[in-house]
């Protein structure tokens, strides 16, 4: 069996080399066949890396020079930038720490007693001098019974004091014209004795008399103190009766629990059956004339406000509508400790973890609210003013 030798290219640069002899070998039969192999896939040629192109580096100075310039523009920029902010904030005093507030009543009875009827449901707008609730009115129009019972009694003791005192007075007008007879009787009888034209028994008579009439004096003057001081003591019976019957009168009317103020109920939880207690607030009412936007300022913001200044509220609850407003007051001092209900206000000086710069509270007041708007007590507002 004869094999042919592959050729190869001669590399390049290299001898030629002589002619290969071929060789031919007989064809093979159909039994020594065999069927062909395909030869391996012969791999591609890596290709050798090429190397970058060289980098030109800048003279040390010209970068320096660079650095400089691009420090300069940032630099200048945040300056221009603080000079700007500076500027608006000098002819535009904003904040977002600003709500809405009003006056929360709270409405307590004034009496205690059962509760038997609720006049009203939660978030009811209400006008000043409508009925809340009801207390039951039955123990309190007793005890006025009671003490109009009491006043029917001195009265009527009274009454006889004063007859006890007429009477006592009469008997002394009585007993003194008698004693003034007495008296002349006791002086003519005495006169006569001396002259010996009575009897000794005569005198003894008129002395006696005359004694007599002295005690009953003495008795009418008793009874005309005693009366008086009967007519004092039963006409402050009187008085302290009538105080009291004033008292469960004024305690009868407090049943009926009336609103204070015009208003709006919020949160009502009061239902009939429950036990209103003296001073304890069952019901809280938002006061509809005491609407008012406290917004917190910053203290170099206020160096140019003025009380009776113009500004503009922005509401969350009606938002992209601007509302004028009056400047109605400032705040003089707010309290740096948190504390509850201090006489002075507390604002406080962090925010998401940021320590602000302390706040002073500004209120102002809507001018000329359109017919019909609503205010919501605790809202969120923003407020501008150009000082």
């Given at each position: 069996?004869?094999?042919?030798?592959?050729?190869?290219?001669?590399?390049?640069?290299?001898?030629?080399?002589?002619?290969?002899?071929?060789?031919?070998?007989?064809?093979p039969t159909a039994a020594e066949a065999k069927p062909a192999v395909a030869p391996p896939p012969v791999p591609?040629?890596?290709?050798?890396?090429?190397?970058?192109?060289?980098?030109?580096?800048?003279?040390?100075?010209?970068?320096?020079?660079?650095?400089?310039?691009?420090?300069?523009?940032?630099?200048?920029?945040?300056?221009?930038?603080?000079?700007?902010?500076?500027?608006?904030?000098?002819?535009?005093?904003?904040?977002?720490?600003?709500?809405?507030?009003?006056?929360?009543?709270?409405?307590?009875?004034?009496?205690?007693?059962?509760?038997?009827?609720?006049?009203?449901?939660?978030?009811?707008?209400?006008?000043?001098?409508?009925?809340?609730?009801?207390?039951?009115?039955?123990?309190?129009?007793?005890?006025?019974?009671?003490?109009?019972?009491?006043?029917?009694?001195?009265?009527?003791?009274?009454?006889?004091?004063?007859?006890?005192?007429?009477?006592?007075?009469?008997?002394?007008?009585?007993?003194?014209?008698?004693?003034?007879?007495?008296?002349?009787?006791?002086?003519?009888?005495?006169?006569?004795?001396?002259?010996?034209?009575?009897?000794?028994?005569?005198?003894?008579?008129?002395?006696?008399?005359?004694?007599?009439?002295?005690?009953?004096?003495?008795?009418?003057?008793?009874?005309?103190?005693?009366?008086?001081?009967?007519?004092?003591?039963?006409?402050?019976?009187?008085?302290?009766?009538?105080?009291?019957?004033?008292?469960?009168?004024?305690?009868?009317?407090?049943?009926?629990?009336?609103?204070?103020?015009?208003?709006?109920?919020?949160?009502?939880?009061?239902?009939?059956?429950?036990?209103?207690?003296?001073?304890?607030?069952?019901?809280?009412?938002?006061?509809?004339?005491?609407?008012?936007?406290?917004?917190?300022?910053?203290?170099?913001?206020?160096?140019?406000?003025?009380?009776?200044?113009?500004?503009?509220?922005?509401?969350?609850?009606?938002?992209?509508?601007?509302?004028?407003?009056?400047?109605?007051?400032?705040?003089?001092?707010?309290?740096?400790?948190?504390?509850?209900?201090?006489?002075?206000?507390?604002?406080?000086?962090?925010?998401?973890?940021?320590?602000?710069?302390?706040?002073?509270?500004?209120?102002?007041?809507?001018?000329?609210?359109?017919?019909?708007?609503?205010?919501?007590?605790?809202?969120?507002?923003?407020?501008?003013?150009?000082?």
């Open positions: 069996m004869s094999a042919t030798a592959p050729s190869a290219d001669p590399p390049p640069g290299a001898a030629p080399e002589a002619p290969a002899v071929r060789i031919v070998e007989p064809a591609a040629p890596i290709a050798a890396p090429v190397a970058p192109a060289p980098v030109e580096v800048a003279p040390r100075p010209a970068r320096e020079a660079s650095r400089l310039r691009r420090l300069l523009v940032v630099g200048g920029t945040i300056l221009g930038l603080f000079v700007v902010y500076q500027i608006v904030v000098y002819f535009v005093a904003y904040t977002d720490d600003a709500y809405v507030r009003s006056d929360l009543v709270a409405v307590a009875s004034e009496v205690t007693g059962p509760i038997l009827k609720v006049h009203v449901v939660d978030n009811q707008d209400i006008k000043k001098g409508d009925r809340l609730f009801t207390i039951d009115p039955l123990p309190f129009q007793l005890i006025v019974n009671q003490r109009q019972a009491q006043i029917d009694e001195q009265k009527a003791l009274v009454k006889v004091s004063q007859e006890e005192l007429s009477s006592a007075r009469a008997a002394l007008a009585a007993s003194t014209s008698a004693h003034t007879y007495a008296q002349q009787e006791q002086v003519r009888f005495a006169d006569l004795a001396k002259s010996q034209y009575a009897p000794r028994a005569e005198l003894d008579r008129a002395n006696d008399e005359l004694r007599r009439t002295a005690a009953e004096m003495r008795i009418s003057e008793f009874a005309i103190e005693k009366a008086q001081n009967g007519i004092v003591a039963h006409q402050a019976a009187l008085n302290l009766a009538m105080a009291e019957m004033a008292t469960a009168q004024w305690g009868l009317g407090k049943t009926e629990v009336v609103a204070p103020t015009d208003g709006t109920i919020t949160n009502l939880t009061v239902r009939t059956g429950d036990t209103a207690n003296v001073n304890v607030p069952i019901i809280g009412i938002v006061d509809a004339n005491a609407w008012r936007i406290m917004a917190n300022y910053k203290q170099d913001y206020i160096r140019s406000f003025e009380v009776g200044g113009t500004a503009w509220v922005w509401l969350d609850s009606q938002p992209f509508v601007f509302h004028r407003a009056r400047i109605q007051g400032i705040a003089r001092g707010f309290s740096r400790e948190v504390g509850e209900q201090k006489l002075l206000p507390y604002v406080a000086p962090t925010t998401d973890w940021i320590r602000l710069q302390r706040r002073i509270p500004v209120t102002l007041t809507l001018v000329d609210p359109p017919p019909g708007f609503k205010l919501y007590m605790g809202a969120d507002a923003r407020t501008i003013i150009f000082p």
